[in-house]
């Protein structure tokens, strides 16, 4: 079985990254926004890097040992990021401009 191994560092003022896992191949990338399942609830954080392994791999095992923890927990949702479009706002200067 694939699973994506996610290295996040906390939005809060902790430095360190910290291994999480999500469903194979889901396209998250580095520099996304993802909350994360911790101990301590939900919480925000950045990605730093990511892979796809099996879950009998080396890299699985190894990633698992640095993370000093097994079974990984959760990416729960990514963020994505949306620019708003203010077509009224300025189509109504514009009209205020020539009169």
């Given amino acids: 079985m694939y699973i994506d191994l996610i290295v996040v560092k906390h939005d809060s ?3 360190q990254n910290y291994v999480f896992k999500a469903p ?3 396209h998250i990338k580095e520099g996304d926004k993802v909350e994360v399942e911790t101990c ?3 919480q925000m ?4 890097g990511r892979c796809v392994v099996t879950v009998d ?4 095992k190894c990633f698992a040992l640095m993370a000093r923890m ?3 927990k ?3 949702s990514v963020y994505s990021r949306k620019e708003l479009d203010y077509k ?4 109504s200067e514009e009209t205020a401009d020539e009169g």
Wanted: charged letters at 35%.
């Fill in 70 to 72: 097994k079974p990984f």
């Fill in 74 to 76: 959760k990416v729960l």
């Fill in 13 to 15: 003022t902790d430095t």
């Fill in 88 to 91: 009224e706002e300025e189509e």
């Fill in 45 to 48: 954080g950045t990605v730093m």
């Fill in 57 to 60: 791999s080396e890299e699985y």
């Fill in 40 to 42: 301590h609830g939900p």
């Fill in 24 to 26: 194979a191949f889901s």
